[in-house]
C-alpha cells in the first residue's frame, strides 16, 4: 500500500541490519515482498544495495573481508545471495534492476567518483553509493541495468584507508570481542 495513489517510477533497495536483531532471511523476504510491489504497481527500476562477494564477487573481495564473510557474515552472506538470486534468475529478473555491490563503506562528503570494477573492491563513501544508486532508478540510459556490479571510490585494496574511519573501530571491537571474552580456540 506504499505505493498506492502515488507516481512511483523507482525503488531503492537498502535493507540491512544485525541479523541476530531482525532475522536470518530479512534481505530475500523484503525483497520479494518490493519485488510484488513493485509488478502490482508499474515500478520497473530497482535499485538494490548487495556488497562485494556477494554472488560471483567473491574474487573481488579483499582478503580481509572475505576472512569476515567466512565467518563472522556467513549469515548475512547467505541471505544476500539469496536476496540477489531474486533478480538474477527469480520473480525480479523482468525488472530493469542493477545489484550494486560496493567495496567497504565509508563516512564522509560525496566525491563523486564511482567506479565500476572488475578487480578487487576498494572503499566508496555512502553519498557516491547513494548517488549511484539514484542514477539506476532516474537515468534513462543507465549502463548497468539487469546487471550485478562492484563499485567503488578508491582502485582497491580500498579497506585499508577504511582503517581511520570511525566505522570501523565499531568493527573492530566486535573482531575483539571473542579475545576479551576469553573464548579458547583451541590453537
Not at 525480479?92 to 567518483?113: H, N, S, Y
Request: hydrophobic share 40%; aromatic share 6%; proline share 4%.
Amino acid at each position: 500500500a506504499v505505493f498506492e495513489g502515488k507516481n512511483i517510477t523507482g525503488v531503492v533497495v537498502a535493507l540491512g541490519g544485525k541479523t541476530r536483531e531482525v532475522g536470518p532471511t530479512l534481505l530475500q523476504d523484503g525483497t520479494t515482498h518490493i519485488i510484488a510491489a513493485c509488478k502490482a504497481y508499474g515500478v520497473k527500476r530497482i535499485s538494490v544495495i548487495s556488497t562485494v562477494g556477494a554472488g560471483d564477487s567473491m574474487d573481488q573481495a579483499p582478503w580481509t573481508f572475505k576472512l569476515l564473510m567466512n565467518t563472522m557474515m556467513q549469515k548475512i552472506m547467505v541471505d544476500k545471495n539469496a536476496q540477489e538470486s531474486l533478480f538474477l534468475e527469480g520473480p525480479g529478473a523482468d525488472l530493469e534492476f542493477c545489484l550494486a555491490r560496493p567495496g567497504g563503506l565509508k563516512q564522509g562528503a560525496p566525491t563523486g567518483i564511482v567506479n565500476v570494477i572488475d578487480g578487487e573492491a576498494g572503499a566508496i563513501n555512502r553519498a557516491d553509493l547513494a548517488a549511484f544508486c539514484l542514477d539506476t532508478v532516474l537515468d534513462p540510459d543507465f549502463a548497468y541495468l539487469r546487471q550485478a556490479v562492484c563499485i567503488s571510490s578508491d582502485k582497491g585494496s580500498g579497506f585499508k584507508s577504511l582503517l581511520s574511519d570511525k566505522s570501523m573501530s565499531r568493527m573492530g571491537a566486535e573482531l575483539a570481542r571473542p579475545f576479551e571474552d576469553g573464548i579458547d580456540f583451541g590453537f
